[in-house]
Structures are given as C-alpha cells and as structure tokens.
C-alpha cells in the first residue's frame, strides 16, 4: 500500500505491556486449530511459516511455493479453492507480469457474502530502510503480506471446523506491493483486477454483491493500534462503523474509534466499484518497508485481536 500521511501516533505503553503479556503466556502452547476460538499463536506459526519461504514476490520460488501451501490448506480442509490467474504488463520491465489471485469459499446457505481479503505477495525491495546499503534487499514481509495472510489461514481452520451460517470467501490478493514510492499505479494489481472481474460468468465470487470486504494488511505488530482508514470511512462509512462497532463491543483495545491516515490499499479498487470494504491497518509501524519487517516485530497477541474480530463478524453476521 501507499499513502502520503505519515505514520503518526503510538500506543499507549501500558496496552503495548498486556500484548507483550499476552504473547508471552500464549507462547509456550502447541498450537492446534479450534473451533471455538481464535488463537494467535496459531496465526503466529502461520506467518513464521511464510517468512520461513523466503521473499514472496511474483515469479519467484516462494511465492510459487506459498500459493501451494495455500492451496494445500484449503484442500485439507475440505474447503474449496479457486486460481484466478491474470497477466498484464510488469509496471517497470519490459515483460508480461503473471499473477493469481486465490480464493478459499467457506459458509453455508445464501445471503451475501463477506469477502475477508490479504495480500500475500511480498514486497521486492526493502526502499525505506535506513540503510541505504539494505534497500535493493528484498522484503522478509512478516507484518507486510504475511501477518493478513496468516489470519485468512486460521480462519480457514475455524471455518471447516464450524461452518459459518452465511457464504464467506477468504480473497488472497496478489501483486500488492510491486509499486515505486509515489507510484500508485504499481500497487494493487491484483485487487484492481479482481474489482473488474469478480462477477464474470462463472467467476467463483459471481453473483449478488458481496455485504463487505475487510481487508486486512499490517495487522501482525507487536504495538498494534487500528484507527478507522480514511478512504474506509469516507466512502463506505457505515460499513467501517459496523466493523469497529463490533470491535469496540468485543472490548478489544488495538482498534480505535477514530479516523486514521488515507491509505491507498488492495479495498480502493472495490470502493471506486461501489463495494463497501474496510482496510484494518495499522500503518504507524516504523519497519515498514525496512529490513526490520521480520517476525520479531510481530505479535500472536495483535494477530489474535483481529482474527477475533473476523471471526466474530463470521460467526454473527451483522444485519
Ligand atoms: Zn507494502
């Protein structure tokens, strides 16, 4: 994602001190999916387990390699899956870029579907470090790409555990973060194409427009905080309202009831279409598009917030 605001507040310390609490009872666990709950250290592993494939981008081996440990999951668990390939130009390279987007479908009965959406590329280049020497590195990605995707994963655990009592689609977007600083044309390609063809003929997202998309991207840092994103607010405000509503009755503290910064994220395409969507993030996060954007800097504790939120909302669909 991109945005011109600037990352600007940080979490009180005594909320930053119960996450590292929390992280810290939940550590020791062997993590095991379950139905009643969801489990941050569950999702934890899940994000370890990407990193531990290396950089994501488009094109490379683990990124190919993760796309099939998706697929994996999803077909283990008796859940159905769907490739939504797509090529266009590379933004920067003269060659034909191919991306996938995937799409997990879980749920029963009708009604519209809420769309849960990550990206689960990762980003080439680590442009913002310090360092200049680091900058041609490419991403490890572990809040970036992997802590949303590591949600989607858990959730799809919970989902074939329970099945949810409305149609629900786990979206994993690619070719997120392939853009140049101040380029927002290179970024989100895969939900730009997705906004255009979710509902062609026998598209498996074909069908009524879906209640939402919340997208998640961020969401794994140790200091989480999540203020309402300001495209979110502004052209899909009741939607946004519904979501943090819920959040703030569920009493989980790292989602605030205020507007935070413009971002210009993988749920843009869809507003722009019309679609109500939400971006959960937190984009005060100092590693952000640094070297430093490893698992350390992650939390079970965060990630637990936000699953528990999404599935919460999956469990109880909001009228
Ligand atoms: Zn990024």
Do not use: K
């Amino acid at each position: 994602m991109s945005s011109s605001n600037r990352p600007r507040r940080r979490l009180p310390a005594t909320v930053a001190a119960l996450a590292l609490a929390a992280t810290a009872l939940t550590a020791g666990l062997a993590p095991a999916a379950r139905a009643d709950g969801f489990d941050g250290a569950r999702a934890m592993t899940w994000l370890e387990r990407q990193c531990a494939l290396g950089p994501r981008i488009p094109g490379t081996p683990g990124h190919a390699a993760l796309q099939a440990q998706i697929v994996d999951h999803a077909r283990s668990l008796g859940l159905a899956v769907h490739h939504l390939p797509f090529s266009r130009p590379h933004p920067y390279e003269e060659r034909t870029l191919a991306l996938t987007n995937l799409v997990i479908l879980a749920g029963r009965g009708s009604g519209p579907r809420l769309w849960v959406g990550a990206h689960y590329d990762s980003r080439p280049v680590c442009d913002r470090d310090p360092d200049p020497a680091r900058r041609a590195q490419p991403l490890t990605g572990a809040n970036d790409g992997a802590s949303g995707t590591a949600v989607l994963l858990h959730l799809a655990e919970l989902m074939a555990a329970e099945p949810p009592p409305r149609p629900v689609a786990l979206v994993f977007f690619d070719g997120e973060d392939l853009g140049r600083a101040a380029d927002l044309d290179g970024f989100c390609l895969g939900s730009r194409w997705l906004a255009d063809h979710w509902n062609d003929f026998g598209a498996p997202l074909a069908g009524p427009p879906p209640q939402g998309l919340i997208l998640l991207d961020l969401v794994g840092d140790r200091d989480l905080s999540i203020p309402q994103e300001g495209y979110s607010l502004a052209l899909a405000g009741e939607w946004t309202r519904t979501v943090f509503e819920r959040a703030a009755s569920l009493g989980l503290p790292a989602f605030v009831q205020a507007p935070g910064p413009t971002v210009f994220d993988d749920h843009v395409p869809f507003l722009r279409r019309g679609l109500p969507a939400v971006d959960l993030i937190d984009f005060d996060y100092p590693a952000w598009h640094t070297a430093a954007d490893v698992p350390a800097a992650c939390s079970a504790a965060s990630l637990e917030q936000v699953g528990a939120l999404v599935w919460d909302l999956i469990r109880n669909p909001p009228e």
